[in-house]
């Protein structure tokens, strides 16, 4: 759509932005630009966020965008621009170790502070728009970003996570001599009506095997999935359990962290934060937690009770198995499983999408000049 008039307003908190108007911008695919995650991402961002909206000329919000100031104190390290580059240059991603051997100083030096836009998450930076808005819409809010980074004395701007089908944020970008380099590869699962039984026809046939022999094993084990809405009182389990699995894979975690960030989920999302469980001789001995929007579930957090469950495939069947018949019956038409581990996930169905990081160089007087 294209109007001969349109206003950019900015918001320093997302409780400040309209609710219904922003809300109409997304897509099931949008959790994280959704109001509920954006305060709990203000919380927790260390750094000052600030959220754009571009209305036409009959005052409807057609675009936004949601962006944060981010230093080299900003704790979110895989989704920071300096070192995001990093791991991709050092992960072999494309376009990556040419961006960084060009900079004329190291990464954190030469590109922090930065205003990273799209929002602070992990996978598909958006502008979120209406269906129908045109290029002058979305650049109009690209440019705006671009003048706000200059104003708080920014040394880039960065889309860290930009979908490969989101052709028109791309061309607005590459037009504007915005760097690129892939940054990622972000895994969903489709979930068809006919649920479990749809899903096994998404798996080869060796793979088939495979899955219903480990479901047999949890059913001979006398394990129970099943599902509700997070509450307080299981949290201080499933802090322990996602401890075991950080120590582990050596990560450095204590079942309070895992404490706090689920209470945080259950206050912002209630009865739309859901986990799965599975229980064994009275006792959860795995879990996986999924918010949901609109008719879309994320999985979160997970952890497991390595002791008892030996050999017994529990992380499968409590990720991916039982949450797609789940999925199913509750007419969810899509689970989101994010980046990383894509070898594992595609082996379980799921299909996975590029994700490039956009990076603008700004000239500025200083590095001390950013409020």
């Not at 203000?42 to 966020?49: F, H, I, L, Q, V």
């Not at 170790?97 to 205003?115: D, H, N, R, T, Y």
């Not at 918010?291 to 994320?298: A, K, M, S, V």
Request: charged share 25%; glycine share 12%.
């Amino acid at each position: 759509m294209s109007t001969d008039r349109t206003t950019v307003r900015a918001f320093s908190r997302a409780a400040d932005v309209p609710r219904a108007p922003w809300a109409a911008l997304l897509r099931p695919e949008d959790l994280y630009l959704g109001e509920r995650w954006l305060a709990v991402a203000e919380r927790t961002a260390g750094c000052p966020m600030r959220y754009l909206t571009l209305d036409d000329g009959e005052g409807r919000s057609v675009a936004g965008l949601a962006t944060a100031l981010a230093g080299d104190d900003a704790p979110w390290v895989l989704g920071r621009p300096d070192t995001l580059l990093e791991f991709s240059a050092k992960d072999g991603r494309e376009g990556a170790a040419e961006i960084l051997a060009g900079l004329p100083a190291g990464p954190a030096e030469s590109l922090l502070p930065a205003l990273v836009c799209g929002g602070r998450h992990m996978g598909r930076s958006r502008v979120p728009r209406l269906p129908g808005t045109g290029r002058a819409e979305v650049e109009a809010l690209v440019a705006e970003a671009e003048r706000h980074a200059a104003e708080q004395g920014a040394a880039s701007v960065a889309y860290p996570f930009v979908e490969e089908g989101d052709t028109l944020l791309r061309q607005v970008l590459a037009d504007r001599g915005y760097l690129c380099h892939e940054s990622g590869r972000y895994s969903s699962l489709r979930v068809g009506e006919g649920g479990f039984e749809d899903y096994l026809g998404l798996v080869s046939a060796r793979r088939r095997r495979r899955i219903l022999t480990e479901r047999r094993r949890i059913q001979e084990a006398g394990i129970e999935l099943r599902i509700e809405p997070l509450s307080a009182g299981i949290v201080p389990r499933l802090g322990e359990l996602e401890a075991q699995l950080m120590a582990k894979y050596g990560v450095a975690w204590t079942a309070g962290q895992t404490e706090q960030v689920l209470h945080e989920m259950l206050a912002a999302f209630g009865t739309d934060a859901q986990v799965v469980l599975a229980v064994g001789d009275g006792d959860v001995r795995g879990f996986a937690t999924l918010l949901q929007f609109g008719n879309h579930w994320y999985a979160r957090q997970g952890g497991f009770d390595y002791a008892y469950q030996d050999r017994l495939p529990l992380y499968f069947e409590t990720v991916y198995y039982f949450p797609v018949e789940a999925a199913a019956r509750r007419g969810i038409e899509a689970i989101h499983y994010g980046l990383g581990s894509e070898e594992a996930k595609l082996s379980r169905g799921c299909t996975a999408e590029s994700q490039y990081s956009y990076l603008l160089p700004l000239a500025r007087p200083s590095r001390n000049t950013h409020g």
